[in-house]
């Protein structure tokens, strides 16, 4: 894999959160490099939105640090992060219900000047990554289906012309069709140079687009190696894969 | 099916209502004062409705503080309940600049007042555009900075605190308490003896604005050196002016990039947040633009009414306000302009009216109309929530709000938020 060559992009070191008095991650560390698709899998609760959401910004760590091309962005707020080049696809998809499809995809661009060049080819790179989004443009993000509404929320996402892509759970809730679907686009995604940190219950599939993967267990890193060392992991397999 | 039929041809003859209805609006507010006492006009303007002057110039008034208000609720979608507080810090402001308050100076900026009279006596243009304008916006972050962090009925109530707060704070601050004990005071203020509102007596005798000689002289009057208290037709101009620029802004504000943001802010903070909307920043302006709205419009009621009392400041004006907001149509600024209208209209004539007309119809002495107003009210606005939620010119936008249950495909109506901040 020529990925794992490339400079490290997200540095997680560390980092303790806390809700209340609740300990949610008791000391992650992970890496992202330049054009990976790392992917954290693991059961409800074991801390990978919440992971998501401290390096974003949505939530700050008590201690450690999060460092974001060489930047520490630890304590940054959301929106600085999202104008560093973090971009993300929250869970529950989370699409502006009465906001028209586009709405919702100038809304990703929020940070940006509207009606450059590089507006509207981002606008045409999403359009040709979900030709679907391009048919409901005008229609109400809330009468789309649950499958265009995660295109939706990533293509949205997308139009943060982000340097690095957050995906929470893409996979939830969707028809069997759809995720493949999804999975295929996270693919192409990664291939046109954007990396991906992609958070998954959907292990089996995570791993299969992943390059790594960390599995996460009451927030801690329970495991952390190559995708296809997590697949043929005994551990993982009984416990995320389905196998006996 | 006819009326429908009717009602095309008319379109097909007039042109859709939205390009000459606005249009329409603004030769009948400027030609009003022109019209409206001159018979047989005057039949239906004043002895029908009752629309003296002074009527449509308190109408003006709670148009603007409706429209100020319906940014902070109606774009932003944050409940406040104590929006009345910006609007008496404005009418203080005029008691504090212009007016003979603080007789101790003399000092004097461009001003209407007597030459040499004693008090601050700032040019009335300057302390409502400008003074009532920042100490508002000042007033509205330091109240909103603590606050906007909470969500739905929390802000509510904490603003309904404020409301209830700021015009008992100039009922007392005639006289700042001092803790028995504390010897030192800063040596510049008088602390025991600093009278800044005058208490329950208010603040009298406030400056009317004015263009100053030169300016009358050149227009023969159309541009008035001073304001009189009896010719209201400046008065009427200049609200009418100041609702125009306030509509103006407001569109402008809505088709921003910061109207966009409120939406965001409004449908979904957590998406809004991830597409790194700022929210408190986005919140703070709404705030912020509303309380300058209040601010203006205080001020020049204070000067117009030429006093400010405590009591004028009571919490109900900012439910009568919420209430033209959500009965005109949340969102939509002429649904909220018409909602002012109408209410201000029953509030200060119209009620009046009816009870009159019902009486001389059927020859008794009623005084509920009057007197049940704050029922009628009430009963007005529970109506409207039954069968109208969305106001009676709803914005699109708000309309799919309140109608989501019943369309097809529905996103679920719970909190995703909620959901997403209880999930790991």
């Known amino acids: 894999m020529s990925s794992e060559n490339g400079a490290a992009l997200l540095e997680v070191d560390d980092i303790h959160v806390y809700y209340g008095t609740i300990h949610a991650l008791k000391g992650i560390s992970l890496t992202v490099r330049e054009g990976e698709i790392v992917t954290l899998i693991g059961a409800n609760g074991a801390g990978k939105s919440t992971t998501l959401r401290s390096i974003n910004g949505l939530h700050h760590p008590r201690s450690g640090t999060i460092r974001f091309r060489g930047e520490d962005i630890t304590n940054r707020p959301a929106h600085e992060v999202v104008r560093m080049g973090i971009s993300q696809s929250p869970e529950g998809r989370h699409v502006f219900p009465r906001m028209s499809v586009l709405e919702n995809l100038e809304m990703g661009a929020y940070q940006r000047e509207k009606g450059t060049p590089e507006y509207k080819e981002d606008l045409e790179r999403v359009y040709t990554l979900f030709p679907r989004l391009r048919e409901r443009a005008s229609q109400k993000a809330g009468t789309l289906s649950g499958g265009e ?95 006996d | 099916m006819s009326s429908q039929a009717g009602s095309a041809r008319a379109r097909a003859f007039f042109g859709a209502p939205e390009r000459w209805l606005p249009w329409a609006l603004v030769v009948l507010a400027l030609t009003y004062p022109f019209w409206f006492d001159v018979p047989p006009f005057s039949y239906v303007t004043l002895d029908v409705l009752g629309l003296k002057q002074d009527v449509i110039i308190s109408m003006g008034v709670y148009v603007m503080l409706a429209l100020g208000l319906n940014i902070v609720v109606g774009f932003a979608g944050l409940l406040d309940l104590g929006y009345v507080a910006f609007f008496a810090l404005g009418a203080y402001t005029v008691g504090w600049f212009a007016s003979d308050k603080f007789s101790g100076v003399s000092w004097h900026f461009a001003s209407t007042a007597v030459e040499g009279a004693a008090g601050i006596h700032l040019n009335l243009w300057i302390v409502m555009l400008l003074l009532a304008a920042v100490i508002a916006a000042i007033a509205g972050v330091i109240i909103g900075w603590p606050t906007l962090r909470l969500r739905g009925d929390y802000l509510a109530i904490v603003t309904l605190g404020f409301g209830e707060i700021i015009p008992d704070v100039f009922r007392n601050a005639d006289k700042l308490p001092v803790p028995t004990g504390v010897q030192w005071t800063p040596p510049f203020l008088d602390f025991s003896n600093l009278n800044l509102t005058n208490g329950v007596r208010g603040i009298r005798q406030l400056d009317r604005p004015g263009f100053g000689e030169h300016l009358d002289a050149w227009t023969a009057g159309r541009l008035p050196e001073r304001f009189g208290p009896t010719d209201l037709e400046p008065w009427y101009f200049t609200i009418v002016v100041f609702v125009a620029v306030a509509i103006f802004v407001i569109r402008r504000l809505e088709h921003s990039k910061m109207g966009r943001a409120w939406v965001a802010v409004r449908e979904d903070e957590v998406a809004a947040s991830a597409m790194g909307v700022p929210l408190m920043r986005t919140k703070l302006w709404a705030y912020g633009i509303g309380a300058v709205f209040g601010g203006v419009v205080g001020a020049y009621y204070g000067s ?121």
Do not use: W
């Open chain 1, 149 to 243: 509404q995660q295109m939706l929320a990533m293509g949205r996402a997308l139009m943060a012309r982000p340097r690095l892509l957050l995906l929470d759970e893409p996979s939830m809730g969707l028809a069997p069709i759809f995720v493949e679907r999804i999975f295929e686009i996270v693919v192409e995604i990664n291939r046109q140079g954007t990396p991906v940190l992609l958070v998954e219950q959907n292990a089996l599939m995570a791993l299969e687009v992943a390059s790594r993967g960390y599995v996460l267990e009451t927030g801690t890193v329970a495991l952390a190696d190559d995708a296809a060392a997590l697949r043929r992991n005994e551990q993982v397999r009984k416990a995320y894969l389905g196998e």
């Open chain 2, 304 to 424: 117009f009414i030429g006093s400010v009392f405590p009591t004028s400041f009571f919490f109900n004006i900012s439910i009568i306000v919420l209430c033209m907001v959500i009965v005109g149509g949340m969102g939509n600024v002429y649904g909220v302009i018409l909602g002012a209208v109408v209410l201000q209209y029953l509030n200060v004539a119209g009620l009046d009216k009816i009870g009159r007309a019902f009486n001389q119809a059927f020859g008794t002495n009623e005084t509920v109309f009057a007197q049940y107003k704050f029922l009628i009210f009430g009963a007005l606005l529970v109506t409207m929530m039954l069968l109208r939620p969305e106001g009676i010119i709803p914005s699109a936008r708000r309309k799919a709000e309140f109608h989501e249950a019943e369309e097809e495909g529905a996103p679920p109506a719970g909190d995703l938020a909620d959901a997403h901040r209880e999930g790991s």
